[in-house]
């Protein structure tokens, strides 16, 4: 027959046991006074955390990470709203600003199109930042604007900018009725031994070297020598050496081939 273990001194009982659990909660005093102290102390602070290892209905505080993976979506689906909202805005607040030189062309308006950009097919095309303008005038029928590109990476990259940006501008203006020429100048900075710059921290430093025109795109509008069709063109010309020596390398036009 097994002989009871003696009980050492301070070690309770089963009955003490109990009525001691009873009585401590999540802060681990059992004095009543200090616990509601705690309890109120935790609340204030934001540190309360209710979780009864005696209670039947949630023993473990698993519905606290049910709570967290509610939270966690609510944030996702919250994010996401305020993505597609300012995507929106965006695309709103450039629709309004958008310019179209069809219905008006002037110094202002040239200005406002070369600063936020024109519409091009179902978007829109934006310009470099530094630009200057040579004539806006309906009275003339002439466009001339001179554009500095300090983003481009290369010369056969500046050019491809180019024509794409003096396509659609000079599309835009000549849908205008009293346009009929519109010249766009492309430059670009260089530094002393003549390579191009490049602006840093997302345009916030510009180049400094001197300005240097590469490339002109000149559009023309004639009237029809049919009944059917227009009569619009685009000229390139005062094309950099360097520029046509890297355009020929890239397309394999070398020269002398």
């Known amino acids: 027959m ?5 009980r050492r001194a301070n070690e309770l009982t089963d009955e003490e046991a109990a009525e001691l659990f009873a009585r401590v909660d999540h802060t681990g005093h059992d004095n009543e006074l200090h616990a509601a102290k705690q309890r109120a102390y935790r609340k204030k602070t934001g540190h309360s955390v209710e979780v009864d290892p005696l209670s039947g209905e949630d023993p473990s505080g698993a519905d606290y990470e049910k709570k ?11 994010t996401l709203a305020v993505v597609i909202a300012a995507q929106v805005i965006v695309a709103l607040n450039r629709r309004a600003t958008t310019t179209n030189l069809a219905q008006e062309v002037n110094v202002g308006t040239v200005t406002a199109a070369l600063r936020n950009g024109v519409s091009w097919g179902t978007g829109y095309t934006q310009f470099p930042y530094e630009f200057t303008i040579q004539e806006a005038d309906e009275n003339t029928g002439r466009v ?15 050019f491809a900018q180019a024509q794409i940006q003096a396509t659609a501008f000079g599309i835009n203006a000549l849908q205008n009725p009293h346009v009929n020429t519109v010249i766009y100048h492309t430059a670009v900075h260089q530094s002393e031994s003549g390579k191009m710059q490049h602006s840093h921290l997302n345009g916030l430093l510009l180049p400094t070297g001197k300005i240097k025109n590469v490339v002109t795109f000149t559009w023309t509008k004639n009237p029809a020598k049919g009944s059917n069709g227009f009569d619009w063109s685009c000229n390139i010309s005062g094309v950099d050496d360097a520029m046509a020596e890297r355009i020929r390398e890239k397309t394999g036009l ?4």
């Open 2 to 6: 097994d002989t009871p273990k003696p």
């Open 68 to 78: 967290i993976r509610r939270t966690s979506v609510l944030f996702i689906v919250a």
């Open 144 to 158: 001339e604007v001179t554009v500095v590109d300090s983003d481009s990476s290369d010369e056969a990259d500046t």
């Open 254 to 257: 070398a020269t002398g081939e």
